[in-house]
């Protein structure tokens, strides 16, 4: 992909999701090399963020209650790229059982990979901003959010041919029970990994 292509290509996703939707599915990628892109943009992503917090630590206190994964990079990495699966697999299923016209899971798949990009190049102006900014870094983080949201309704739209955004949040809500599930399923794995380590 060029450097052009790949400025197009953002610039859709922010403005035109249904279209970049379009048109990373027509890629049509590999699948095992968009499960190595989504590992490789989850351990990148997991780096950013631990980074941030060696670099700025939060001040709420509730953070040092978080999980042990939250704070290790590797476990970090390693339960973001599970929560990642989880999505694509829940955004598939789901969708397909609402009626979704999904091709192949690899739709998905790209679509949440590609996502993961974008909010790796957030995380890393945000982080940047911390220091300069803070007061922008925090807005940063509350725009990059609602657009976020926006973006992931619209390319679950155009994977599963819906024609319309409500049924494609309520896909995106009813998967987020599955993540859950499943997620909870990931923390306790990590949590015998550690408990072992230990």
Same mark, same amino acid.
């Given at each position: 992909?060029?450097?052009?292509?790949f *400025?197009?290509?953002? *610039?859709?996703?922010?403005?035109? !999701?249904?279209?970049? $939707?379009?048109?990373?599915?027509?890629?049509?990628?590999?699948?095992?090399?968009?499960w190595?892109?989504?590992?490789?943009?989850?351990?990148?992503?997991?780096?950013?963020?631990?980074?941030?917090l060696?670099?700025?630590?939060p001040?709420? !206190?509730?953070?040092? #209650?978080?999980?042990?994964?939250?704070? $290790? !990079?590797?476990?970090?990495?390693?339960? #973001?790229?599970?929560?990642?699966?989880?999505?694509?697999?829940?955004?598939?299923?789901? /969708?397909?059982?609402?009626? /979704?016209?999904?091709?192949?899971?690899?739709? #998905?798949?790209?679509?949440v990979?590609?996502?993961?990009?974008?909010?790796?190049?957030?995380?890393?102006?945000?982080?940047?901003?911390?220091?300069?900014?803070p007061?922008?870094?925090?807005?940063?983080?509350?725009?990059?959010?609602?657009?976020?949201?926006?973006?992931?309704? /619209?390319?679950v739209?155009?994977?599963?041919?819906? /024609?319309?955004?409500?049924?494609?949040?309520?896909?995106? #809500?009813?998967s987020?029970?599955a993540?859950v599930?499943?997620l909870?399923?990931?923390?306790?794995?990590?949590?015998?990994?550690?408990?072992?380590?230990?």
């Amino acid at each position: 992909m060029t450097s052009d292509r790949f *400025r197009d290509l953002v *610039r859709q996703t922010l403005f035109r !999701p249904h279209v970049a $939707a379009r048109a990373l599915m027509e890629m049509r990628l590999p699948r095992q090399e968009l499960w190595l892109s989504l590992g490789l943009v989850s351990i990148l992503n997991a780096f950013v963020y631990s980074l941030s917090l060696q670099l700025n630590p939060p001040a709420d !206190p509730a953070v040092a #209650l978080m999980p042990p994964a939250f704070h $290790a !990079p590797v476990l970090f990495a390693l339960f #973001l790229f599970g929560a990642l699966a989880i999505t694509v697999v829940a955004l598939y299923h789901v /969708g397909l059982g609402l009626g /979704g016209a999904a091709v192949s899971m690899d739709d #998905l798949l790209v679509l949440v990979t590609w996502l993961q990009v974008l909010r790796l190049m957030v995380q890393i102006v945000i982080v940047v901003l911390a220091f300069a900014a803070p007061v922008l870094a925090a807005m940063a983080v509350m725009v990059a959010a609602i657009w976020g949201a926006y973006i992931l309704v /619209g390319f679950v739209d155009a994977a599963h041919r819906f /024609g319309n955004m409500f049924k494609a949040a309520g896909v995106i #809500l009813l998967s987020l029970v599955a993540m859950v599930i499943g997620l909870s399923a990931v923390l306790s794995l990590i949590g015998i990994v550690v408990m072992r380590g230990g």
